[in-house]
């Protein structure tokens, strides 16, 4: 036997919308927005004070061995 059609439920209402809610969701997001622009920035820097830092012990590097260069002429006559 047939069974009579079923109730269909209405959809729920919108929940209130909770001013303090909204207000913490951004407070969080502007946050994490700015520790990733924070973190980009310090990667930048640090990048910086690599190159900067790999540039120094070259050149000292190279000195160190222009000079050994002209000692061992010197003292080698050559």
């Not at 036997?1 to 959809?11: F, K, L, R, T, V």
């Not at 120094?56 to 050994?68: D, E, G, N, Q």
């Amino acid at each position: 036997m047939a069974q009579p059609a079923g109730h269909i439920a209405a959809p729920p209402e919108d929940p209130p919308v909770d001013p303090a809610a909204v207000d913490r969701a951004y407070r969080v997001h502007r946050a994490r927005r700015r520790a990733r622009s924070e973190r980009h920035r310090e990667r930048a820097r640090a990048r910086l004070r690599f190159l900067i830092a790999t540039a120094v012990l070259v050149a000292l590097s190279f000195t160190l061995i222009l000079v050994l260069w002209h000692e061992v002429q010197r003292v080698f006559g050559l």
